[in-house]
């Protein structure tokens, strides 16, 4: 059956005359009251050169105490929010904050929740996995910066600025002492003002960096670096009628098809080792993007319309997709295939059933003693290179430039395209209602198609998220527009939902695929050497084995030299690198790390007999 959907990725035609450079940046200090960060510092600057401030010393001329500061947090934020408003009446302005995903935008929203003023004029909240990408208020738009530039302040400022983040210790936090100190609270003051100019001039150079790069990108007009990837793709280098949109595929293919994305496999061989090499594989995910990638529309294989005679194999050798099958995996030292449990790829052995990109599990039945008991069923696609061009031209300019600045733009663009395309396009709504509206919500007959969660409350405010009900046959469009109709009647907001237009989840996971096959065959290379594999990760691998490195696309590079290491388990390692030791558990913090550095190391030791190569199986 051939699924003629007229709906393909599309090359996107945009013009910029000019950059928006009407944007602000902020930051937020805060104190634990009763478990909860509360502020008592904001800073602000609409120019990167002006920096404003309230401080709530400023607030009571008294000595400070916790209640001074509960009772003032609303003037500080208010003060910000009317001065950034003020400069920018009758347009919106973006106002970056970074990590105001999971820290200030918590704060920023629970003080103008409850304000009429600022609740009228607020826009439905951009929140995804529990944090905040947007929150909208008057002319203001606060925009969580972390989402377009992962990395911390600090490393940003030193790449793109050349400069060096002011440093406060502030591990422990602030205390009352700490506010009440005159001469601490103006070292407070300027980290704040200081952390606030950095974002502004990095964001500023961000946008003028990328501008020159591509002419027709800007970068605040975008909230994630995923997204920003997305249009570079699609505006210089996508053809039309290449790359199916998989948002418009029938769920059983799209969902058929997300069964085999997953991503790499961390793995322990060997324990403990001395004189180790760590290599990293250069952009392993940019790599694959260089290979044959499914193209075209999806087409179901009827396995009653095949020849009686078709050999299975020889069929395989020339198929071109996904496929659901049962076969039967026998343990070997270096295992290739992995099932996703608990969101994780682990390696399995025995008899079960896989749904797999084509080329992953011709690779594995060569290096590994597998069995095809059965082709369950399988969807075709087209071979082509919609991705090389992209990977290639942006993976040139990455190694070329001079510019620190440049380098990491273009890393974090190679790095972010197949994830995007990977992302899920289910319904989702948020939606910030008050308890009337919530209790409409769930009276209404639509929860045999939609599941309602509160994801945030406070007093009569809340923001909720309406998402599909998978358990549940999809809406039909009659069922679908009474669905949306309604929402909108409950909220002035024309904005029905968050939803991925452009997504490929055949690309997302023909790309994961290729990177495993490729750190594959470097293991496969080491162990050919007569060398050992103590641990390796999606990207790594850590041998006692000196193997060629080069620049290229896919191939090693040299990272570090071990003089001794501990590897205990997926993500718990100890690493000495020029005599200093490198720890990380999963779990556990860097600092509680540091202070225990003895114990996990003698841990560690003690325990070096105890762990073998089965810890991900």
């Not at 060569?366 to 992209?390: D, E, H, Q, T």
């Not at 599941?451 to 909720?464: A, D, L, P, R, W």
Request: proline fraction near 2%; glycine fraction near 4%; charged fraction near 25%.
């Amino acid at each position: 059956m051939n699924f003629n959907i007229d709906r393909y990725i599309k090359k996107e035609n945009t013009i910029i005359n000019k950059l928006n450079k009407k944007f602000a940046a902020a930051d937020i200090e805060s104190i634990v009251i009763n478990g909860e960060h509360i502020p008592f510092m904001v800073s602000w600057t609409i120019d990167g050169i002006n920096i404003q401030n309230k401080c709530i010393t400023e607030y009571s001329e008294s000595k400070i105490d916790e209640k001074t500061i509960l009772e003032g947090e609303s003037w500080l934020i208010r003060s910000m929010i009317n001065n950034i408003n003020k400069h920018n009446k009758h347009n919106k302005i973006t106002t970056f904050m970074h990590n105001m995903g999971n820290f200030d935008g918590i704060m920023i929203f629970r003080n103008i929740i409850n304000i009429d003023e600022y609740r009228d004029s607020m826009t439905n909240p951009i929140i995804r996995n529990n944090s905040f990408y947007e929150i909208g208020v008057k002319s203001i738009r606060f925009r969580d910066s972390y989402k377009l530039l992962p990395v911390s302040l600090n490393k940003l400022a030193k790449e793109f600025l050349g400069q060096q983040k002011d440093d406060l210790d502030i591990s422990d936090g602030f205390s009352i002492d700490d506010i009440n100190n005159k001469n601490y609270i103006k070292k407070i003051i300027d980290y704040c003002n200081k952390d606030t100019q950095l974002l502004w001039q990095i964001m500023d150079k961000f946008q003028n960096d990328t501008f020159n790069i591509w002419p027709n990108i800007d970068t605040n007009k975008y909230i994630t670096i995923t997204k920003i990837a997305l249009s570079i793709w699609k505006r210089n280098y996508i053809e039309d009628n290449t790359v199916g949109n998989s948002s418009k595929f029938y769920n059983y293919i799209k969902n058929t098809i997300r069964n085999s994305y997953k991503g790499g496999i961390t793995e322990v061989y060997k324990p403990y080792g001395t004189n180790l090499l760590y290599y990293d594989i250069n952009s392993a995910y940019p790599y694959a993007m260089m290979e044959l990638l499914p193209t075209g529309l999806p087409e179901t294989v009827n396995f009653d319309d095949l020849d009686e005679n078709t050999n299975p194999i020889e069929w395989l050798n020339e198929f071109f997709g996904f496929l659901t099958v049962k076969i039967n995996v026998e343990k070997t030292y270096i295992p290739f295939l992995g099932l996703n449990i608990d969101n994780k790829n682990k390696y399995i052995y025995g008899t079960f059933v896989t749904t797999l990109f084509s080329e992953e599990l011709k690779y594995a039945m060569k290096v590994n003693n597998i069995k095809i008991i059965k082709i369950i069923s399988a969807i075709k696609f087209n071979k082509g290179y919609p991705m090389k061009k992209f990977a290639h031209e942006i993976y040139n300019l990455r190694v070329t430039t001079k510019k620190s600045s440049e380098k990491q733009i273009f890393k974090m663009i190679l790095n972010s395209l197949y994830g995007r395309l990977g992302m899920r396009d289910d319904f989702e709504k948020i939606m910030f209602v008050n308890t009337e509206t919530l209790q409409k919500l769930r009276t209404f007959e639509i929860e045999d198609f939609l599941n309602m969660t509160i994801i945030f409350q406070s007093k009569n405010q809340h923001i909720v998220k309406i998402t599909e009900n998978k358990n549940h046959k999809k809406p039909n469009r009659d069922e679908m527009l009474l669905i949306k109709d309604f929402i909108k009647s409950l909220t002035k907001h024309n904005k029905i939902m968050n939803f991925n237009k452009d997504s490929a989840i055949q690309l997302a996971s023909a790309i994961t695929a290729y990177a495993r096959i490729n750190i594959d065959k470097h293991k496969r290379s080491i162990m050919n050497k007569g060398g050992e594999i103590f641990y390796s990760d999606t990207d790594s691998i850590i041998t006692n084995t000196e193997m060629e490195t080069s620049n290229k696309l896919g191939d090693l590079k040299l990272e570090n030299t071990i003089e001794e290491g501990y590897f205990m388990a997926p993500k718990a390692y100890a690493m000495k690198i020029n005599n200093k030791w490198h720890i990380k558990i999963k779990g556990l913090s860097k600092k509680t790390i540091e202070k225990e550095e003895n114990t996990i190391l003698n841990i560690f030791n003690d325990n070096i007999n105890n762990i073998n190569n089965d810890n991900n199986i």
